[in-house]
Structures are given as structure tokens and as C-alpha cells.
């Protein structure tokens, strides 16, 4: 019973609430501290009900105290959003030192490319028909940032199979 609550939380719970995140701050450009409170506990649940070893948790809870360190810091130099900051460190909690690079390396070309996308699309006015939806406006305006969150929720699910391996994620 408790590796079926261990998968689901996996392979449903996580995935949701990655896209969650992102699709909240597409929306609203705000990622609640709620999801990454849910984030963080999903991944304590995970590790107690999937019998993580005590050393491979110890990698993975450095995983987001490391992310979460470096992305302070960023946030504290207006680089990224506070809610972009704390769901970077909930999710490296969930994929571990060993895949931390690769998750960060992911989110900044993913970023990157979001990035990139957003100001070709603010160079050129909204069509009429998007004038009514406030998160497009809202969005197409230079004042307004980046939702990085889509970024970081999309390499999370990219990483995610090589972090836990495809095994895990296919019921025996």
C-alpha cells in the first residue's frame, strides 16, 4: 500500500503540481507558497513511504538547500521571482544532486527559449481578440516579467524520468 501512495505521489501528485505551478504563473505571474509547500511535502511523503535510504536523502535534501541558496541570491539581485526561487528548491528536492545539473541546465534553456519568445511576441501588438483576457495583457507588458515557473515545471518533467529511472515510473 505505501509504495502505491509512493507512486502516485510520483508519478501523479508531482506532474500535477508542476503543472500547476506553471500554469499558475502564466495566469497570474505569482507561483502560491502553497504549491511549494505541497511540493516539499509530497517529496517528505515520497521518501517515507518509498523507504529512501538515509544517505540518499541527505543528497537530496542538499539538492535543495543548495538550489535554494543560489536562487535567493538571485532573487535578491532581481533576477527571478521569490515563488521561481522556492519551486526550483522543492523540485530539486524531488530529483537529487546527481541530477540537479541537469535540471538546471534544462530550466535555463527552456527559460531562455521563454524568454526569448515573450519579448518577440511584446515587439509586435496583441490581436484584438486577446485584449479581453487580463493574463495576456498582463503578460505582453514590458513592465512584467518572466514567468520562469513554466520553465522550471517543464525541465522538472523532462528531468524527472532519468532522476527516478523508468522503472519506478511503470507499475509492476
Avoid at 495576456?136 to 515557473?149: E, F, N, W
Wanted: proline share 3%.
Amino acid at each position: 500500500m505505501t509504495s502505491t501512495v509512493a507512486y502516485l505521489l510520483l508519478c501523479v501528485v508531482f506532474p500535477f503540481l508542476m503543472a500547476y505551478a506553471a500554469a499558475s504563473d502564466l495566469l497570474t505571474m505569482r507561483i502560491s507558497n502553497r504549491v511549494t509547500g505541497l511540493v516539499v511535502l509530497g517529496f517528505a511523503l515520497h521518501a517515507l513511504l518509498s523507504g529512501m535510504a538515509l544517505n540518499e536523502l541527505a543528497l537530496h535534501l542538499a539538492a535543495g538547500a543548495l538550489t535554494l541558496v543560489v536562487a535567493f541570491a538571485m532573487f535578491a539581485r532581481g533576477w527571478i521571482g521569490g515563488g521561481d526561487a522556492k519551486l526550483a528548491a522543492g523540485t530539486a528536492l524531488w530529483l537529487g544532486i546527481e541530477h540537479l545539473a541537469d535540471y538546471l541546465l534544462v530550466a535555463s534553456i527552456l527559460g531562455g527559449a521563454l524568454t526569448l519568445a515573450i519579448l518577440y511576441a511584446r515587439a509586435y501588438p496583441l490581436p484584438r481578440a486577446t485584449l479581453r483576457l487580463p493574463f495576456a495583457v498582463h503578460l505582453h507588458d514590458s513592465r512584467t516579467g518572466i514567468p520562469y515557473g513554466i520553465a522550471l515545471a517543464a525541465a522538472a518533467l523532462i528531468v524527472l524520468p532519468s532522476s527516478v529511472g523508468w522503472d519506478q515510473l511503470v507499475l509492476a
